[in-house]
């Protein structure tokens, strides 16, 4: 079977967790005799997989003809018989649709975010209205966003609905990542009824470790330091925590918008023990790190919570999002708090961080558990949704 994996940007697995799940499906996939390709807009620098990539033309537009064109002459040369579009966040969906490519293909479209993309949570997601009078400009926007917000919640949701209706119409299967994803694209769309969704859940792209059990004292947050991930909220919980756990560190392993402002409040407080990677390899981190944190808006499966669980690193999350349940069996392989209860957040992770034999023990199960995300388990699901669709069922 000849299989394309459309993502927005050239895959580069080091770049972030999309292109990660992507790539270790594909190398499955190969491993299965199935030949892959590669469809992208964005060139990365220094990726290095060996998947033949090929562009669209018009990378600033969706589903313009000179795209449309582009794929279809790309799926006849190389008799594709699956089109798996990772981005079905974005509007590229138009473009990997049947009713721009005709029925002759069979389209799977990934949804890698909650399918509500975090929109009970809006308004935390808003800029902040202090008034900075180096970027008055700035500041005046923020204040207009912060009026104008119901608005733009209203138009969100109402865009939401209908790419989510767009997508389940125009696909032959929509993919989401955790079982409570399927009831909750059902209000999430326009639709009065919808047949063709089902989750399989992200592969852990990593094989098994040999586990080192002799952590440090570390806490980790991987990720995009960005409004979504709300890294300034740990940064608080630390500032809470740090003088009484003066032989813990801190460390932000990612880049973003944030990073400066994170810095500069690290500086203003005097917080100590705390570092900024900027954009790195996480995986050694992973190999010594004691306990992951992540206070994100929202999410759909993190990436993230697969690779410290198959390291042993503990995680804590805010229950935000519902897959958390899929990931976290509380109290036993990690902690989910109460969405935004900072206390509730700094007391447990206070008991973490004095309780030895509680890490120990919590480690050993994590990493257990872990196993549920290898990638022949998730490998083969994904072959079942392929025979089920070249069977013409849904």
Known sequence: MNIAFYFEYQINPERGGTERV????????????????????????????????????DAKGFATAKNIDFVKTFIGKNNIDIIINQAGNLDDVYLFSHKSLGSDIKIITCIHFSVDYGIRYFYRSLPSLEIDLKTPQVSIKNVIKRILAP?????????????????????????????????????NTLLKSIN?????????????????????????????????????????????????????????????????SLMQKTKQKKMENVSFTGFTNSYPYYERAAILCMTSLYEGLPMVILEAKLHGVIPIIYDTYSASVDLITNNETGFIISAFKKNEYVKCLSKLMDNDNLRHEMMLKSY???????IKAIGQQWESLFSELNTGRK
């Open 368 to 374: 257990e558990d872990s196993k549920r995300f290898d």
């Open 22 to 57: 992507t790539e270790s499906l594909a190398q499955f996939f190969m491993s299965r005799e199935h030949k892959v390709f590669y469809l992208a807009k964005v060139p990365v620098d220094g990726t290095t997989n060996k998947i033949q990539t090929f562009f669209l033309p």
């Open 196 to 260: 063709n969704v089902s989750y399989i859940h992200n592969p852990n792209p990593y094989l098994s470790p040999t586990l080192n059990t002799k952590k440090n004292k570390e806490i980790i947050f991987v990720g995009r330091l960005s409004a979504q991930k709300k890294p300034e909220y740990l940064l608080d919980i630390w500032d809470a925590l740090y003088e009484k756990h003066s032989d813990w560190k801190l460390t932000f392993i990612g880049d973003g918008p944030l990073k400066n």
């Open 151 to 187: 608005y733009y919640k209203i138009q969100r949701k109402r865009n939401i609905k209908k790419r989510n209706s767009f997508i389940c119409n125009d696909s032959d299967r929509v993919v989401l990542l955790a079982s409570n994803y399927v009831e909750e694209i059902k209000t």
